[in-house]
């Protein structure tokens, strides 16, 4: 081939690749795509983008790429709620959910832990459920420890979380309770890598009234509405991670004060009053494509694995029962618990 004839055709090809993946670009980012609500592609999604690890945006508002399943069984665990396909997260979340649960059955007398949801395999807003767990740093933990038998996936969709309160009121249910219960909470809060940790404002109040251990972490343990059924780990923004919002830290005090006796007056319980606004505003988690961060739109395009396994972290998974894969469960919290207005930030 000539010279300019060489220059031509290395300029063609050049401009067709660009067109063409600016062809994507606007087919994902246009049209129906660009209108559909994020949560129908991000829930739609069976497997993680092949990318760099990287928690990209804030907690309910962003998505995940390069991430990685929590195996169904371990060891100190077992993963609940197969079919929802939420066992994924950053890798660094899946390796502090594994370190809690080798711990926990190590020192805390916790036989090992039944894992929920932590985000969908590229993270993003959820059909059903939770605002946050977009970006892979939010994980729930039961409050319900592991039976002492692997159970079957049929079970891990049956079986039901035993609430820590006392039936109609607000507080614990010393039945139900244990002290492992309080070891477990307070060595998740110990990590350093914890940012947070939501627990109801009982469970809150029983840690302060009866740990006598170190407090230093008390403070991480924030009062929150539901979370008597299971506990939500959340962790900082791994280092090195750009595009990723941290939240603010909590106060360094320990939290059993007034901010937690707020919880037990009338008034914040009180039922939502409904909102004279002429239409319903959009939920927080009808968000769009273009609503979160730019980069999320490359999420959704990546490749995905040539299989799941490639990309658990740690041992082999069980299958899902057959027709149950993908489809998020319907998730209500429990209807007794009123959601009040305004919500106290977390
Ligand atoms: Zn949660």
Redesign the pocket.
Known sequence: MSRPRRILTFICRTACAAVIALAANTVLLSGTKADQPAKEIFGAAALPAVLPARAIGFYSKGCLAGGMAIATDGPTWQAMRLSRNRRWGHPDLVALVERLSRDAAAKDGWPGLLVG?LAQPRGGPMLSG?A??QIGL?A?IWLTPMPDRTLTAREREDISATSMLKKDTLYVDDRVWTPAHARVLMRAASYPEVERIFVHPGIKKKLCDSWTGDRSAMGKLRPYYGHHYHF?IRIKCPPGVSGCRSQASPPQSTGCDSSLAWWFTDEPWAPAKPEKADKPKPRKWDMRMADLPAACAQVVQAPGPASEAQVTFGSASIASPAGMGGSASAFAPPARIPIPVPRPSK
């Open positions: 949801d939770h946050s767990h939010d729930d939500h």
